[in-house]
């Protein structure tokens, strides 16, 4: 429960870093835009409602796309603005966040061959 606990933390840590990135890039706001406050505070409830996150770590890898078609255009819009950029400004997180991929990637990989 608590490892649980921690994962979300992890992803919406991470997303409301790559909103904030994308935001400042973009929308020159002192903080962040409506239209980006309202797609974190979108991704943040999903998250806290994803009843998949003890058995998976990433959303991509997900059998289910709970994103509205909208949300999950402008959060993928996002992210490959964000990803490659993130890792001058939190590579911490950045590296956990691919160790944590690879991980999955092997997990999924070996649960394909059986």
Do not use: W
Not at 63 to 76: A, S
Request: charged fraction near 35%; hydrophobic fraction near 25%.
């Amino acid at each position: 429960m608590k490892q649980t606990l921690s994962k979300r933390e992890k992803e919406k840590q991470l997303v409301s870093q790559m909103i904030a990135l994308y935001c400042r890039k973009h929308h020159h706001q002192g903080g962040l835009c409506e239209k980006c406050q309202e797609l974190e505070k979108y991704a943040h409830m999903r998250s806290d409602k994803c009843p998949f996150m003890e058995t998976k770590t990433f959303c991509s890898n997900c059998r289910v796309h709970c994103y509205q078609p909208k949300m999950r255009e402008h959060i993928k819009k996002i992210m490959r603005y964000s990803g490659p950029r993130l890792i001058f400004t939190h590579p911490l997180l950045v590296i956990s966040h691919i160790k944590e991929e690879r991980k999955e990637r092997k997990r999924l990989e070996m649960n394909n061959e059986n």
